[in-house]
C-alpha cells in the first residue's frame, strides 16, 4: 500500500515545497519547537563541506537539499552522488541544485547501483523514516562505504513526544517510522559497523558509523 508520504513525493509541486517550506519546518518540529536539530544541522553541514578528495553518495537525496554542502570542498577525484526513487524530487534537485562535481542517479535504495566500497560517505538524511522496510538500507550504504568510510544518518527516533498514545498510529497513516532508541544501532553494530554514535535531539536521532577497514 502506497503511503501518503510516498505519493506526495511523486507530486512534482511537492519537490519544492519540500525544499523551500515543508523541510525546514519539519526539521525545526524534530526538535519539539526548540533549535537543537538545526544547530546540528549547521554543524554537519559545515562537516560536509570540508576539503578533501572524496567520493559522497547521498542516498534519498530528494531535491538536492545537501549537494551544495557535500560537494563545495570535494578536490581531485571527488564527487557527489545524489540518488533518489522520485523522478520529481530527481528533476527538482537537478534544476535547483547543480555542480560540476554534482550528478543524480534514478534508483532504489534498497538496491544501490554501486559496487561494494566505492563511497568515503555515505548519507540518508531526513529520509530512512519515509522509505518501505527501511533496515535493509542500511545495509546496503555500508556494502558501498569504502573500508573506514563513515555513514551519517538522520532520521526519527521514538523519545518524548513520539512515545504519547496515538503517534505511533499517526505515523504509520502518513508513512513516516518512529525508529527505537537503540533499533539502528543495534542493526549497524550487528552489520560489523565500527564507531556506532547517536545523537538525540528531540524526536530525531543523527547516527554516525564507519565499515570496518578490514571490512
Given at each position: 500500500?502506497?503511503?501518503?508520504?510516498?505519493?506526495?513525493?511523486?507530486?512534482?509541486?511537492?519537490?519544492?515545497?519540500?525544499?523551500?517550506?515543508?523541510?525546514?519546518?519539519?526539521?525545526?518540529?524534530?526538535?519539539?519547537?526548540?533549535s537543537s536539530t538545526v544547530d546540528y544541522d549547521r554543524a554537519l553541514r559545515a562537516y560536509l563541506a570540508r576539503t578533501g578528495d572524496r567520493m559522497?553518495?547521498?542516498?534519498?537525496?530528494?531535491?538536492?537539499?545537501?549537494?551544495?554542502?557535500?560537494s563545495r570542498g570535494l578536490v581531485g577525484d571527488g564527487q557527489y552522488v545524489g540518488i533518489d526513487f522520485s523522478a520529481s524530487m530527481l528533476a527538482q534537485a537537478h534544476a535547483a541544485n547543480p555542480g560540476e562535481r554534482v550528478s543524480y542517479v534514478?534508483?532504489?535504495?534498497?538496491?544501490?547501483p554501486f559496487p561494494d566500497g566505492t563511497f568515503d560517505t555515505v548519507l540518508c538524511l531526513a529520509a530512512l523514516y519515509l522509505i518501505p522496510d527501511p533496515l535493509p538500507v542500511l545495509d546496503e550504504m555500508l556494502r558501498v562505504a569504502k573500508p573506514g568510510g563513515e555513514i551519517v544518518v538522520f532520521t526519527s527516533v521514538r523519545a518524548s513526544i513520539a512515545a504519547l498514545p496515538g503517534a505511533e498510529a499517526v505515523a504509520g497513516v502518513s508513512g513516516l517510522r518512529i525508529f527505537g532508541r537503540r533499533e539502528l544501532l543495534e542493526h549497524l553494530e550487528a552489520l560489523g559497523a565500527e564507531h556506532v554514535e547517536q545523537t538525540v535531539t528531540g524526536v530525531g536521532q543523527y547516527i554516525h558509523a564507519r565499515r570496518p577497514l578490514a571490512g
Amino acid at each position: 500500500m502506497t503511503t501518503i508520504a510516498q505519493r506526495l513525493m511523486g507530486v512534482p509541486v511537492f519537490s519544492q515545497i519540500y525544499e523551500q517550506l515543508w523541510r525546514p519546518v519539519f526539521t525545526r518540529g524534530f526538535s519539539l519547537g526548540g533549535s537543537s536539530t538545526v544547530d546540528y544541522d549547521r554543524a554537519l553541514r559545515a562537516y560536509l563541506a570540508r576539503t578533501g578528495d572524496r567520493m559522497v553518495l547521498d542516498v534519498a537525496c530528494g531535491p538536492g537539499n545537501y549537494s551544495d554542502d557535500a560537494s563545495r570542498g570535494l578536490v581531485g577525484d571527488g564527487q557527489y552522488v545524489g540518488i533518489d526513487f522520485s523522478a520529481s524530487m530527481l528533476a527538482q534537485a537537478h534544476a535547483a541544485n547543480p555542480g560540476e562535481r554534482v550528478s543524480y542517479v534514478r534508483g532504489d535504495a534498497h538496491h544501490l547501483p554501486f559496487p561494494d566500497g566505492t563511497f568515503d560517505t555515505v548519507l540518508c538524511l531526513a529520509a530512512l523514516y519515509l522509505i518501505p522496510d527501511p533496515l535493509p538500507v542500511l545495509d546496503e550504504m555500508l556494502r558501498v562505504a569504502k573500508p573506514g568510510g563513515e555513514i551519517v544518518v538522520f532520521t526519527s527516533v521514538r523519545a518524548s513526544i513520539a512515545a504519547l498514545p496515538g503517534a505511533e498510529a499517526v505515523a504509520g497513516v502518513s508513512g513516516l517510522r518512529i525508529f527505537g532508541r537503540r533499533e539502528l544501532l543495534e542493526h549497524l553494530e550487528a552489520l560489523g559497523a565500527e564507531h556506532v554514535e547517536q545523537t538525540v535531539t528531540g524526536v530525531g536521532q543523527y547516527i554516525h558509523a564507519r565499515r570496518p577497514l578490514a571490512g
